[in-house]
């Protein structure tokens, strides 16, 4: 179950919110060959004066952090990253942001009842 969480100061509309959770689910599920009734896309809202970057108020703060099943390749990982990245400032063109990859340890996380095994 890959989870990709926006955290962000911006008011998204539904329209942009869906475009960007059809895109990394495409930028996913082809990468890593699951399907697309895994991943799961959340967008996390937070106030303008809640974000900084360098000890100041970031309002234009944009992340995402995901979080998939350890196993991909480097290489898998990387042109994922790339891939996320140019979606990110194509379509929400932030003045600053991050990305993250992190893996789930699979002998520890359950979905629908059922434990999921490495990729």
Not at 44 to 66: S, Y
Not at 71 to 78: A, D, N, T, W
Request: net charge negative; proline share 7%.
């Amino acid at each position: 179950m890959p989870v990709y969480c926006f955290t962000h100061c911006r008011t998204l509309t539904a329209e942009t919110k869906q475009e960007l959770a059809s895109a990394v689910t495409h930028i996913h599920c082809e990468a890593t060959g699951a399907p697309a009734k895994y991943v799961q896309v959340v967008f996390r809202k937070v106030e303008p004066g809640d974000a900084f970057t360098a000890g100041k108020p970031n309002e234009d703060f944009v992340a995402l952090e995901a979080q998939i099943r350890p196993g991909r390749s480097e290489q898998v990982e990387q042109k994922m990253l790339w891939q996320l990245n140019e979606l990110l400032t194509c379509s929400l063109k932030p003045d600053k942001w991050f990305i993250s990859l992190g893996r789930f340890s699979s002998p520890h996380l359950i979905e629908d009842g059922n434990l999921v095994p490495a990729a």
